[in-house]
């Protein structure tokens, strides 16, 4: 009886397709529409009106065809770009910005780890921060002012309630001004781990710095330096979008401190708020620990040393 249906492959390929109708609707479309498969994180908060002025910039730009905005949960991603990226980050993004190709780095943790004028800066001309960058220069959405009423149109487009004082107050805002806005909000949902502090005289690193006055250190640090930090710090140290490194000021502080602070900084980056040796940081460096092995941040402060002419 049962062997029938063999025999009559119309109604084999009806009742095929029925079977595998309802396993696709039950393992794909049903699980779509319940809650649990938009989660949204705790604090993820909807874009500010320039912030998604901001996204429509990078959309219109077609950054995305060069930058993906997603951490896959793989090791050397979560190690260069920082946490994986979790569902609940997207909720409010239409459409999803993810990106396929990495012809420039991922930006999916890119809020909040430099300040606004490091933006400004690398946006007006990217080759003065990595000479063998490719990317175009923005500097001219600083002459383009944002038009409220086009933005107003995409704002109920993504169903985004903006009151009219929020929209009108676009009109003293460039469009560099929304670009960087935006940056500086992506991936902010998540909360950035903190960076594993090494501790003064721990195993991690020597209190000294094992490459003091050592003029071939000095040089490979300059290297570095170069690649890593003069954008923010001066070619010769002598500071820009950060502070000089050739005063007699360490954290906004009159006087200097040891090698093994200098190495606390650069590993674990300047967190708004945090306290080093009685100082409060201001915050905008990010953390150097995950990029640089110990012995090349022991090299850049032998660098700084030599700046300083200690």
Same mark, same amino acid.
């Given at each position: 009886?049962?062997?029938?249906?063999?025999?009559?492959?119309?109604?084999?390929?009806?009742?095929? #397709?029925?079977?595998?109708?309802?396993?696709?609707?039950?393992?794909?479309? /049903?699980?779509?529409?319940?809650?649990?498969?938009?989660?949204?994180?705790?604090?993820?908060?909807?874009?500010?009106?320039?912030?998604?002025?901001?996204?429509?910039?990078?959309?219109?730009?077609?950054?995305?065809?060069?930058?993906?905005?997603?951490?896959?949960?793989?090791?050397?991603?979560?190690?260069?770009?920082?946490?994986?990226?979790?569902?609940?980050?997207?909720?409010?993004?239409?459409?999803?910005?993810?990106?396929?190709?990495?012809?420039?780095?991922?930006?999916?943790?890119?809020?909040?780890?430099?300040?606004?004028?490091?933006?400004?800066?690398?946006?007006?001309?990217?080759?003065?921060?990595?000479?063998?960058?490719?990317?175009?220069?923005?500097?001219?959405?600083?002459?383009?002012?944002?038009?409220?009423?086009?933005?107003?149109?995409?704002?109920?487009?993504?169903?985004?309630?903006?009151?009219?004082?929020?929209?009108?107050?676009?009109?003293?805002?460039?469009?560099?001004?929304?670009?960087? #806005?935006?940056?500086?909000?992506?991936?902010?949902?998540?909360?950035?781990?903190?960076?594993? #502090?090494?501790?003064? #005289?721990?195993?991690?690193?020597?209190?000294?710095?094992? /490459?003091?006055?050592?003029?071939?250190?000095?040089?490979?640090?300059?290297?570095?330096?170069?690649?890593?930090?003069?954008?923010?710090?001066?070619?010769?140290?002598?500071?820009?979008?950060?502070?000089?490194?050739?005063?007699?000021?360490?954290?906004?502080?009159?006087?200097?401190?040891?090698?093994?602070?200098?190495?606390?900084?650069?590993?674990?980056?300047?967190?708004?708020?945090?306290?080093?040796?009685?100082?409060?940081?201001?915050?905008?460096?990010?953390?150097?620990?995950?990029?640089?092995?110990?012995?090349?941040?022991?090299?850049?402060?032998?660098?700084?040393?030599?700046?300083?002419?200690?």
């Amino acid at each position: 009886m049962a062997g029938e249906i063999y025999r009559k492959p119309i109604m084999f390929a009806i009742v095929a #397709a029925v079977v595998i109708l309802i396993g696709t609707i039950a393992t794909v479309f /049903f699980p779509m529409f319940t809650e649990g498969m938009h989660p949204k994180l705790e604090n993820l908060k909807p874009y500010t009106a320039l912030q998604l002025a901001g996204k429509d910039i990078y959309q219109r730009e077609g950054c995305n065809n060069c930058h993906t905005q997603t951490v896959r949960p793989l090791k050397t991603e979560v190690m260069r770009y920082g946490d994986y990226s979790k569902a609940g980050e997207f909720t409010y993004d239409r459409p999803f910005l993810w990106g396929s190709k990495r012809t420039g780095p991922d930006l999916a943790r890119i809020g909040g780890k430099y300040p606004d004028a490091w933006h400004h800066n690398h946006f007006e001309n990217p080759q003065s921060f990595f000479k063998e960058s490719n990317m175009p220069k923005y500097g001219w959405l600083k002459d383009s002012r944002l038009d409220p009423v086009d933005m107003e149109v995409h704002m109920k487009v993504n169903g985004f309630p903006y009151t009219k004082e929020e929209i009108a107050d676009l009109s003293s805002k460039t469009e560099l001004d929304a670009l960087v #806005a935006y940056m500086q909000v992506i991936g902010t949902a998540v909360k950035r781990a903190a960076p594993a #502090a090494p501790g003064k #005289a721990s195993s991690d690193h020597e209190v000294e710095n094992p /490459f003091k006055n050592d003029p071939k250190a000095a040089a490979l640090g300059k290297d570095i330096y170069d690649q890593n930090c003069a954008m923010c710090h001066g070619t010769q140290g002598e500071g820009g979008i950060g502070p000089s490194l050739t005063d007699d000021m360490f954290l906004y502080i009159k006087g200097d401190l040891p090698d093994d602070d200098y190495y606390e900084v650069i590993h674990n980056g300047t967190e708004q708020g945090k306290v080093e040796e009685g100082r409060t940081m201001k915050g905008g460096m990010p953390p150097y620990g995950g990029q640089l092995d110990k012995n090349r941040i022991w090299q850049v402060i032998s660098y700084i040393r030599s700046l300083q002419k200690k």
